[in-house]
């Protein structure tokens, strides 16, 4: 009995040793220095601006302050309330949102330009970059996400 005793005392002993040798300031190996893009949040103006468009209304956006609508292939800036991009691409004359994509219109919900890779391939214009920039320009918002998100494009 006394064996066994003076074993567990030695396991115990010998556990505690790894278990400070392991919470010593070792120096991490791995480390992941990604950093998450988040999407830009909305001004005060563009909130303002969006709630005050009537349900179903589709209106040139000139100030460049949507935060839902559509961008024409030619950088004309379109916008709706949110869940209304189908009745705005009726405005269009497209049936479906599928259809204005297909035709080179890029999707603007919730801030983030969906770039249509559901669909197919579409390249975006330099007209449509043109008002993208205006847009992060004159909102003072980051194009980081957007970028990011462009480069993601490029690689499917």
Not at 98 to 112: E, H, P, Q, T
Not at 116 to 130: D, W
């Amino acid at each position: 009995m006394a064996d066994l005793e003076k074993k567990s005392f030695n396991f115990d002993k010998l556990f505690k040793m790894a278990h400070q040798d392991s919470a010593s300031n070792t120096p991490c190996l791995f480390t992941t220095n990604k950093r998450l893009i988040h999407k830009p949040n909305p001004t005060s103006s563009m909130l303002i601006y969006n709630n005050g468009l009537s349900e179903g209304e589709c209106v040139v956006d000139e100030c460049l302050l949507s935060i839902h609508g559509w961008l024409t292939p030619d950088g004309e800036l379109f916008s709706c309330r949110w869940q209304q991009h189908t009745k705005a691409v009726n405005f269009f004359g497209f049936d479906t949102e599928r259809d204005a994509i297909v035709a080179g219109y890029i999707k603007l919900s919730n801030m983030k330009w969906q770039l249509g890779r559901q669909y197919r391939h579409s390249s975006v214009t330099e007209a449509q970059i043109k008002t993208i920039d205006l847009w992060h320009e004159r909102n003072k918002l980051s194009r980081e996400y957007f970028l990011n998100d462009l480069g993601k494009k490029g690689k499917e």
